[in-house]
């Protein structure tokens, strides 16, 4: 029972380099997101997909990208990495027409940028 | 906007009750959520309110009042495992049905 799966776990990234953070789910569900977590900030979302082929735009989307072609995928891009995108990266994914719609977290991708 | 409040740390002792407060002002409400979360791992589900009232499970429950804005969780008989952060979380009813979280709860537990 796989659940959210995210990889890689860690990664350190060159400024200006870009790459992709995979999210794959196996739970058949609808809502996927991202999350980014830093000291003392919380969770902050920045793009969610409510179905296959439409994404939207969260809290802090500047610098990132999504796309969802599946059901299962849900690919986070960096286009040029900065400093500033150090942080923890979550993927989840929930139900959402269940009564609890309760969201399912990947272990998380923690990134390095210098 | 969203602005979901909560105490950045707590220390309690093994064996005692801990309360923690999550206040919230959101622009729509579809339920609050708490998580807790591990150094270095996932936000994991605790509780779901969505009407006012206590909602128990175990060792913990959860308070909500939506005319205040306020929720809180209470954890009984405290183990040294539940040092954790806790994450107060309000689902949004707009067309995402994301979740606002708040910057979390470091709790800390000592022998």
């Known amino acids: 029972n796989a659940g959210v799966t995210q990889t890689p776990k860690f990664q350190v990234l060159k400024t200006g380099q870009s790459m992709t953070l995979q999210c794959a789910q196996d739970?058949?569900?609808?809502?996927m997101s991202w999350y980014r977590q830093d000291p003392g900030m919380g969770l902050r979302l920045i793009h969610y997909s409510v179905g296959a082929g439409i994404t939207d735009q969260g809290e802090v989307p500047n610098g990132y990208n999504v796309s969802r072609s599946t059901t299962e995928d849900f690919p986070l891009r960096l286009l040029s990495a900065a400093p500033s995108q150090t942080s923890v990266y979550f993927c989840?994914?929930?139900?959402?027409?269940?009564?609890?719609?309760?969201?399912?977290f990947g272990q998380g991708t923690r990134l390095t940028v210098v | 906007g969203q602005n979901i409040d909560q105490p950045t740390e707590m220390t309690a002792t093994e064996g005692a009750i801990v309360q923690i407060n999550c206040t919230y002002q959101?622009?729509?409400?579809?339920?609050l959520f708490w998580y807790q979360q591990h150094a270095g791992e996932a936000p994991t589900f605790l509780s779901y309110n969505v009407l006012d009232g206590l909602e128990e499970k175990g060792r913990f429950s959860s308070f909500l009042s939506r005319s205040k804005g306020y929720s809180y969780l209470l954890l009984k008989e405290l183990q040294m495992k539940d040092s954790a952060s806790y994450l107060c979380a309000v689902l949004l009813n707009n067309a995402g049905n994301m979740l606002t979280f708040g910057g979390g709860t470091r709790l800390m537990v000592k022998p």
């Open positions: 989840a994914s929930s139900a959402p027409h269940r009564a609890n719609t309760e969201a399912f």
């Open positions: 739970m058949n569900h609808e809502y």
């Open positions: 959101t622009s729509g409400f579809n339920g």
